[in-house]
């Protein structure tokens, strides 16, 4: 894949960046009609994305809403599944507090799910399936915490697990064949995203200046309990990806008022 991009573009490899995807947003902004004031609305690197809109055209738009923590400062993805295993830490935390959550899985809801991969590791609950090996379970815990909607999930899944009665490999089953379906149907549904794109603008600009090395992501890694992405795949493309410079605009906040 990588060979094949280098040898279809080159050098214009280096145009799919955020400076330039900010400059169409800009000119988009510009040239369609409005009726009234202009909203400029990002998500996850969409706020990287909108900064550094703001950055080549700062009167484009009326307000800004960011909803999502990817700021010029502070956002290197060599922490990206560190963050994900803190969150996770901090709504188990969470879960001791309320009273349905902590009538289930005690004051130290954190202390049961990173008590999981030893006993998982022994055999416990195997008859789940793919859900009983820790390198999976982990991956997939990491997912849920990202969507508010999928989140809640964690402290059920994690009871049931640890407890694994009958009922429990049941109805984990259930879950885990409804979730792999699900995930079929979502992979299968085209959509507004590239994945070369999206490693392209991470690999530059998203693993920070210089970029990490293998061994600081792993090390990161490291230090993450439920993690959102596979380390090694993202070792090896740090290794080998066709960088583009690093735009000095990456660490630049935009003073704007609306």
């Keep these: 894949c990588i060979t094949h991009l280098k040898k279809t573009w ?6 799919f960046s955020t400076q330039n995807a900010a400059h169409d947003v800009a000119a988009l902004m ?3 009609p409005t009726l ?3 909203t400029l609305f990002g ?3 969409g706020t990287y994305w909108a900064i550094r809109t703001l950055l080549v055209a ?3 738009a009326d307000r800004v809403i960011l909803d999502s923590v990817c700021p010029p400062t502070g956002c290197n993805l060599k922490f990206y599944n560190l ?3 803190l969150v996770t830490q901090q709504y188990m935390a969470d879960c001791a507090k309320d009273a349905v959550c902590g009538k289930h899985l005690g004051p130290k809801p954190w202390a049961v799910l990173t008590g999981l991969p030893a006993k998982l590791a022994k055999g416990h609950c195997s008859a789940i399936g793919s859900l009983a090996k820790w390198s999976s379970l982990r991956l997939y815990l990491g997912r849920l915490v990202q969507s508010m909607f999928w989140r809640p999930l964690i402290p059920v899944l994690v009871h049931r697990i640890n407890r694994c009665t009958a009922g429990d490999v049941a109805a984990l089953k259930v879950f885990s064949a409804f979730s792999e379906q699900n995930q079929t149907q979502q992979a299968q549904q085209p959509g507004m995203d590239s994945v070369l794109l999206g490693t392209h603008i991470r690999m530059s600009e998203l693993y920070g200046n210089p970029p990490a090395t293998n061994q600081e992501i792993a090390a990161e890694d490291a230090k993450a309990v439920v993690s959102y992405s596979p380390i090694d795949a993202t070792a090896k493309l740090a290794k080998l990806w066709p960088r583009y410079p690093f735009p ?3 660490k630049t906040w935009q003073s704007w008022q609306g």
């Excluded at 080159?10 to 145009?15: E, N, P, R, T, V």
Aim: glycine share 12%; charged share 25%.
């Design 248 to 250: 000095a605009e990456a």
């Design 36 to 38: 009234g004031e202009r």
């Design 83 to 85: 963050n994900h295993s």
């Design 43 to 45: 998500v996850s690197y």
């Design 10 to 15: 080159g050098k214009g490899l280096d145009a």
């Design 58 to 60: 700062p009167q484009v």
């Design 30 to 32: 510009k040239a369609v």
